[in-house]
Nanobody
Framework: QVQLVDAGGGLVQAGGSLRLSCAASGRIFSSYDMGWFRQAPGKEREFVAAITWTGVRTYYADSVKGRFTISRDGAKNTMYLQMNSLKPEDTAVYYC????????????????????WGQGTQVTVSS
């Protein structure tokens, strides 16, 4: 059974850091592109970052460029999102996702292109 388990959220003050993790089943991790999305209360789910299955290319939303870093560890079947210089507007539920057919660069920010999702982890940034 396909499974993504995301974790690492919590409460942090503005300017602080958190590292999210997403543990994936082996079949997914080795051949799927992966991404992070987030959803704040009353807002639509939005793209945060993505990484190709090779780990060679990464993509970021403009709002997090320079502050967040996405990475993956094949040996641990785990993807990470290092979040630095956090702001109150980063407060949201963060979801990891895996997609097997992201053939175009323009598809990475589109949540509909991803096949599997984690359960979400809450990130709260206080001012």
């Amino acid at each position: 059974q396909v499974q993504l388990v995301d974790a690492g959220g919590g409460l942090v003050q503005a300017g602080g850091s958190l590292r999210l993790s997403c543990a994936a089943s082996g079949r997914i991790f080795s051949s799927y592109d992966m991404g992070w999305f987030r959803q704040a209360p009353g807002k639509e789910r939005e793209f945060v970052a993505a990484i190709t299955w090779t780990g060679v290319r990464t993509y970021y939303a403009d709002s997090v460029k320079g502050r967040f870093t996405i990475s993956r560890d094949g040996a641990k079947n785990t993807m990470y999102l290092q979040m630095n210089s956090l702001k109150p507007e980063d407060t949201a539920v963060y979801y990891c996702a895996a997609g097997g057919g992201l053939l175009r660069e323009s598809w990475y920010p589109q949540s509909a292109k991803y096949d599997y999702w984690g359960q979400g982890t809450q990130v709260t940034v206080s001012s």
